[in-house]
């Protein structure tokens, strides 16, 4: 889930490198929604036909923290610690 990757960004130092399909996948959709910057790459390959892609996330926006403030004040909302 692109919100759980979001909320793992947060506690990384940046920049990150990505190379996991899933994570580039979930850096994807977080780029599209401005919730991050971040650069996706295609890297040169060996093989025919693959999709082999990294990633660099830079930086998570004013808009991501804003996402993430609202997920830690909806957990909060309904008992949870954090």
Request: proline content about 4%.
């Amino acid at each position: 889930m692109p919100l759980l990757f979001l909320m793992r960004l947060l506690h990384a130092r940046l920049p990150v490198h990505v190379s996991d399909p899933q994570d580039i996948r979930h850096v994807s959709v977080l780029l599209a929604t401005g919730l991050i910057e971040a650069e996706i790459q295609a890297l040169e390959s060996t093989v025919r036909y693959a999709t082999s892609r990294v990633a660099t996330v830079g930086r998570i926006t004013e808009a991501g923290l804003a996402e993430l403030s609202k997920m830690r004040d909806a957990r909060f909302r309904e008992g949870g610690t954090g």
